[in-house]
Structure formats: C-alpha cells, structure tokens
C-alpha cells in the first residue's frame, strides 16, 4: 500500500554538513529566538553501517 505525502513548506540544508541542520523559531507568548536545530532521524548510523558493507 502507498501513500502519498505533501507540505505547505519545502526546507533544504546543507548536505555537506555532518546530519540535518535547519533553522526554526522558538516562540513563548510574545518571545521568538531564531537557532538552528539538528534533525535526529537515525538514517546517519544506517548510511555508516550500510557504506562499510559496500
């Protein structure tokens, strides 16, 4: 079975950094700070793993 997945927004980073970096907006009432934040989806310690069995 498949499915199909959209979004309103498309991100993109930089693939020549070690993992996924974007930049996002942490907000409380009417506080915002701009920081960046990695993106943990496991695939860093597959693609190792895989790379090594090649």
């Known amino acids: 079975m498949s ?3 959209t979004f309103d927004h498309r ?3 930089d ?3 070690a993992g996924i970096t974007l930049a ?3 907000r409380l009432n009417q ?3 701009d920081c960046e934040a ?3 989806t496991g695939s860093t310690t597959w ?3 895989a790379l ?3």
Do not use: H, N, R
């Open 11 to 13: 991100l993109e980073y």
């Open 38 to 40: 990695k993106i943990d």
């Open 31 to 33: 506080e915002a700070v």
């Open 3 to 5: 499915f199909q997945l």
């Open 24 to 26: 996002v907006t942490l």
């Open 15 to 17: 693939a020549g950094q």
């Open 47 to 49: 693609m190792s793993k």
């Open 52 to 54: 090594t069995q090649i």
